[in-house]
């Protein structure tokens, strides 16, 4: 079973001309550690999970 929670918000603004936007985002907010791939290694099957959260932060100058 998969389950993942991404959340983001975009702030944009406008001034003298140019556009600005701000943009946050969380991945795996929940921080589950969803099985991305099993494999077998040292006689014992292990798993390989995706990222813990990951935040980003992205700025945007558009002139």
Do not use: C, H
């Not at 600005?20 to 791939?37: A, D, G, I, T």
């Amino acid at each position: 079973m998969y389950f993942r929670v991404d959340a983001g918000y975009s702030f944009t603004w406008v001034k003298e001309g140019s556009e600005y936007e701000l943009f946050l985002s969380v991945m795996n907010l929940l921080n589950r550690k969803n099985v991305y791939q099993y494999f077998f290694e040292d006689g014992k099957w292990k798993q390989l999970s995706i990222l813990p959260v990951m935040p980003t932060l992205r700025f945007t100058w558009r002139f």
